[in-house]
């Protein structure tokens, strides 16, 4: 089954406390990007990835990094989590190239992280 | 920057009836979806529709591109309908970036 898969979906932290969460994707896709949704602000792009080794913020990159060393992965990696970095966080993938080429993009179940 | 709006804000619907969500956007676009977030917080892919019109059991989409906008119909609504409707954009500038409209909120009472 085609997919995007997130881990964990749920998680309670404290903050300072550096931590990952995975997301793979099977339809060999170049594209991936991370979201993070909050109320009042809605679905914000964090990175994006056009392909390996290829990464680029997007609007709200602040306190995240993410590493493209497999087409399939694409970890959120969080160095010292803080409290406003409580969210729900989506992981999306698609077969997008760059201008003109399919961009429809599939997400992964999301992530529900709480900084104490 | 491209603005996404969509309408109504909440809509309530009795079990059966029928619904057109609208989203509208304020410059040209290359891609656009609709999702349904589920009560789980799980978005579903309902429509790539970037033009014209397509079909998926009881729902369809509608975008006129030249006119900025795109229609969600459900028909004969079911209360597993209920959640958050979102369109979605991509500019063609803008790395493959969705932009998001603030949702329609779909309540299917029994």
């Known amino acids: 089954e085609a997919q995007v898969t997130q881990n964990p979906r749920y998680l309670i932290t404290v903050t300072g406390k550096k931590l990952t969460v995975t997301c793979s994707q099977n339809?060999?896709?170049?594209?991936m990007s991370w979201y993070r949704q909050d109320p009042g602000l809605g679905l914000r792009q964090i990175y994006y990835?056009?392909?390996?080794?290829?990464?680029d913020k997007g609007d709200v990159p602040e306190g995240y990094k993410v590493s493209r060393k497999e087409k399939r992965n694409f970890p959120l990696i969080l160095e010292s989590p803080s409290p406003n970095q409580t969210s729900l966080y989506f992981c999306?993938?698609?077969?997008?190239?760059?201008?003109?080429?399919?961009?429809?993009?599939?997400f992964g179940p999301g992530t529900r992280l709480t900084v104490l | 920057g491209i603005q996404v709006e969509q309408s109504p804000p909440d809509l309530i619907l009795q079990e059966g009836a029928n619904s057109t969500l609208r989203c509208n956007f304020s410059?040209?676009?290359?891609?656009l979806q609709w999702f349904h977030q589920n009560p789980w917080g799980q978005l579903i892919n309902l429509f790539y529709?970037?033009?014209g019109t397509k079909q998926n059991g009881r729902l369809s989409a509608t975008t006129v591109a030249t006119e900025r906008y795109s229609l969600l119909y459900i028909s004969s609504s079911q209360t597993t309908d209920s959640g958050v409707y979102f369109c979605?954009?991509?500019?063609?500038?803008?790395?493959?970036?969705?932009?998001f409209g603030q949702g329609t909120e779909l309540s299917v009472k029994p």
């Open positions: 979605a954009v991509v500019l063609y500038n803008q790395g493959g970036k969705l932009i």
């Open positions: 339809m060999n896709h170049e594209y």
């Open positions: 990835s056009m392909n390996v080794e290829v990464t």
């Open positions: 410059d040209s676009v290359n891609n």
């Open positions: 529709i970037p033009s």
């Open positions: 999306a993938s698609s077969s997008y190239r760059g201008r003109g080429s399919n961009n429809e993009q599939f």
